[in-house]
């Protein structure tokens, strides 16, 4: 079910002329293949260090015009506005609600141009769990809240705004 979302991302971005690939991205591979058991145990990595700063990450790959990430959560995060970048994430592990839309309370312009906050006023409430899909454009105020003892994993595919 997992490979059947992964796949079904990746062939959603191409057929919407979203992400132009770049074959094979710093690599020079023409493909990349991450399995199942080799993220399990990268998020069983990346939970100790969640737990301990709140949020940890590792990058799977950079191919230019995508990124593809992990992110693990052990509580909430602040609001967040990426400039640039459009979000496909996978739900891996745990549950949480993901805040959209609305207005950034304490908003602050970073030089790359993404806005980070206290939180978000005014915007709509997703419940997600493992195996759900969710796509968050360039320019959409976000936050991930998560309820306390949860540890909340996704796969995160970052593409460019052309």
Do not use: C
């Amino acid at each position: 079910m997992k490979t059947f979302l992964v796949a079904a991302a990746v062939f959603l971005l191409a057929g919407l002329g979203v992400a132009q690939i770049n074959p094979g991205g710093a690599s020079g591979a023409p493909s990349a293949h991450f399995p199942a058991h080799d993220l399990h145990q990268q998020i069983a990595q990346l939970v100790a260090e969640a737990k301990d700063k709140g949020g940890s990450g590792a990058m799977l790959g950079d191919y230019g015009s995508y990124r593809i990430q992990l992110s693990v959560r052990a509580r909430s995060g602040g609001a967040e506005v990426h400039a640039h970048w459009n979000d496909v994430i996978v739900v891996e592990k745990g549950r949480a609600r993901l805040i959209t839309g609305g207005t950034v309370v304490g908003g602050e312009s970073k030089a790359d141009g993404e806005t980070v906050g206290t939180k978000i006023e005014g915007g709509q409430s997703h419940e997600l769990g493992p195996g759900d899909v969710f796509t968050v454009r360039a320019g959409t105020p976000h936050q991930t809240l998560v309820s306390p003892g949860v540890i909340y994993a996704v796969v995160v595919v970052k593409i460019r705004e052309q």
